[in-house]
């Protein structure tokens, strides 16, 4: 198994977890340059009454939180679902070096779709961005989380 497959799967984990809990099942895992995961975290913005409690935002506190800064230069971001614009701003702002991400959304996000956040000139920092592993499988719990909760 690769290594974007691995963190990948653990994204995926948090995303179930999330999706049991009654939240939009998104995932999100940090790694730093080592390999080692600094934070995994899912969806919880419910839970937390947090309208900024997405699984990207999470992981990036809880990394900033463990290395006591909120520059994580040199690590990698896998994401079950293309980031929307609040959580790219803060890829961006934390000098994420890396987004892999799994599903794309064409309705929220904001890498591939919608404004494009890190092509935007006022984008100070960009991280390289990968079409990761698993985007099918986290398209396939979304709609059936989704139809669950439309029925």
């Not at 080592?34 to 009454?49: D, F, R, Y």
């Not at 959304?105 to 404004?115: E, I, L, M, R, S």
Request: glycine share 8%; charged share 25%.
């Amino acid at each position: 198994m690769n290594d974007d497959l691995k963190y990948m799967t653990l994204a995926m984990d948090a995303a179930r977890a999330a999706a049991e809990a009654g939240e939009a099942p998104i995932g999100a895992v940090l790694v730093d340059g080592a390999g080692a995961v600094l934070a995994k975290a899912g969806n919880a913005p419910i839970a937390t009454h947090d309208p900024t409690g997405h699984a990207e935002i999470r992981a990036l506190r809880m990394a900033a939180e463990k290395t006591q800064n909120y520059r994580l230069t040199g690590t990698s971001l896998f994401v079950t679902l293309e980031p929307c614009a609040m959580c790219a701003g803060a890829i961006s702002i934390a000098r994420v070096g890396r987004l892999v991400v799994a599903a794309k959304d064409q309705k929220g996000g904001a890498v591939f779709h919608g404004p494009r956040y890190f092509e935007q000139p006022t984008c100070h920092w960009r991280p390289e961005v990968v079409e990761g592993p698993l985007a099918e499988e986290s398209s396939k719990l979304l709609r059936s989380f989704f139809q669950m909760r439309r029925r």
